[in-house]
């Protein structure tokens, strides 16, 4: 599947999935954080032990982002409560959604021009 849009902002842009991942320019991640400056693969844990830790990159951004995306595979699973409150207290808001939703979110949301960030779980993660 593609994903075309009409101009591209600066940063990485999801142009479809490929091969169980997430296809940015010449480069297929199965799972990865971003942020407007740039994509890099992640290995994440289990959804349950997420922590402001494990998405760090995301919260040093400056500024920090308005919101962070988080793509939890094949449905939605809500991240621990103390992950939401951590990212809180920093003023960064979290959007939980599957992951083809949080990439195409992401491609939607810096087309705008918006300064937000992205972790994202493998397609077909299942908790």
Known sequence: MRLEH??????????GFSGGGFRIDDNVYTALLLTPAGAHGWTPPAIATLSASDVATLTALDPLPEFVILGTGVGLIHPSRTLVTALEAQGIGIEVM?????????????????????????LDHRG
């Not at 009409?6 to 142009?15: H, L, M, N, R, V």
């Not at 599957?98 to 493998?122: H, M």
Request: aromatic residues 8%; hydrophobic residues 45%.
């Open 6 to 15: 009409e101009s591209a902002p600066d940063g990485p842009i999801i142009k």
């Open 98 to 122: 599957d992951s083809r939703a949080a990439a195409r979110a992401w491609s939607v949301l810096r087309q705008e021009g918006r300064w937000i960030a992205a972790a994202l779980y493998p």
